[in-house]
């Protein structure tokens, strides 16, 4: 009798890899992390660009209604610490130009400095800027638009109207800069200069 | 696949840190923004359609009427009316003629919580 030998039906060793099921399982997870992902970035990422941009168009905003509250103050401010006189650097008028890129702000002088000194308003190069005789100052970056006109108190357009309308837009990033993609921020401000009361008669 | 989903879940924790720096930040926006805000926003962002917000806010520059309030702080008022109720007309000259004025310090302004003007100390000698 010859008994046949049966092969070994002993545990069989593992095959390295994973099955389909486990790709399909892990894929899914990973689908569904990109998804959380990309929702906490539009969360938190987007609000943070957002404050960016805004926060600087606030700031320059900012800084520009100052320089011309200062200017539209009812005086030129002198050297510091010489106030000088009532008649010294006392405003006089403002002229707009036609096109109202330009706001010329006239004040009477003192001697021997010319008998009137005159600051103009303007946009360069998404700037605003502040000229003073020879002296060029930047009051404000990412400025895509200035534009001034004479008008009433309310703010309606009037080529004869005692106060003047100071619209700025600003926009970040502004077509200058080298960041040039999404998200973008404009804002529009609108200031209204109004007259300084003449001085009583003595 | 493990490593990476752990490094997935590290990572959006870490985002969900940034939430109170972002919250911080926006609110100081927002105090920022409440003192000059614009009369027309447009916010064009990511994946999102193009927004136009229209507050129509019109600030005035509004000039002290004391002449001396003027020379000295030389700064127009920024308010949302064209007129400053709590700053009386001057029916008077402040002073006989033109005295020269010198400033021996430099000039205070008092500021609420919003950073509006609410006083003005100044020290002059009328020579």
């Given at each position: 009798m010859y008994l046949r030998s049966q092969p070994s039906r002993g545990p069989t060793p593992r095959c390295c890899g994973f099955t389909i099921t486990e790709m399909v399982i892990g894929t899914f997870l990973m689908a569904l992390l990109a998804v959380l992902l990309a929702a906490a970035v539009a969360t938190f990422a987007r609000p943070a660009a957002e404050v960016d941009g805004r926060t600087r168009l606030a700031l320059e905003a900012s800084v520009a209604a100052e320089a011309l509250a200062r200017d539209l103050g009812?005086?030129?401010?002198?050297?510091?610490?010489?106030?000088?006189?009532?008649?010294?650097?006392?405003?006089?008028?403002?002229?707009?130009?036609?096109?109202?890129?330009?706001?010329?702000?006239?004040?009477?002088?003192?001697?021997?400095?010319?008998?009137?000194?005159?600051?103009?308003?303007?946009?360069?190069?998404?700037?605003?800027?502040?000229?003073?005789?020879?002296?060029?100052?930047?009051?404000?970056?990412?400025?895509?638009?200035?534009?001034?006109?004479?008008?009433?108190p309310d703010g309606s357009p009037n080529p004869v109207g005692t106060c003047v309308r100071?619209?700025?837009?600003?926009?970040?990033?502004?077509?200058?800069?080298?960041?040039?993609?999404?998200?973008?921020?404009s804002g529009t401000y609108v200031l209204i200069g109004v007259q300084p009361p003449s001085l009583p008669p003595q | 696949m493990l490593e990476v989903q752990i490094a997935f879940v590290l990572l959006g924790i870490g985002l969900a840190g940034l939430c109170p720096f972002v919250v911080m930040q926006l609110r100081q926006l927002r105090s920022l923004e409440s003192r000059l805000t614009a009369s027309t926003y447009v916010y064009h962002s990511v994946g999102m359609a193009t927004r136009t917000a229209q507050s129509n806010q019109i600030y005035y520059l509004v000039p002290w009427n004391n002449p001396w309030a003027q020379k000295l702080t030389t700064r127009?008022?920024?308010?949302?009316?064209?007129?400053?109720?709590?700053?009386?007309?001057?029916?008077?000259?402040?002073?006989?003629?033109?005295?020269?004025?010198t400033q021996p310090q430099a000039v205070s302004l008092t500021l609420d919580g919003?950073?509006?003007?609410?006083?003005?100390?100044?020290?002059?000698?009328?020579?």
């Open positions: 009812g005086y030129l401010a002198d050297n510091s610490g010489v106030p000088g006189t009532l008649m010294q650097y006392q405003f006089s008028n403002w002229i707009p130009s036609s096109d109202g890129t330009t706001l010329v702000l006239n004040y009477q002088g003192t001697p021997p400095a010319p008998v009137s000194v005159s600051v103009t308003y303007q946009q360069q190069n998404y700037q605003l800027v502040r000229i003073l005789g020879n002296s060029v100052q930047t009051v404000a970056v990412h400025v895509t638009s200035f534009n001034a006109s004479l008008c009433n100071i619209e700025i837009t600003l926009t970040y990033p502004d077509p200058s800069s080298p960041r040039q993609s999404n998200p973008s921020f | 127009a008022q920024l308010l949302p009316t064209p007129s400053n109720t709590s700053d009386p007309a001057v029916t008077s000259q402040p002073a006989a003629g033109f005295p020269h004025v919003n950073g509006n003007v609410t006083g003005v100390t100044a020290v002059v000698q009328v020579n």
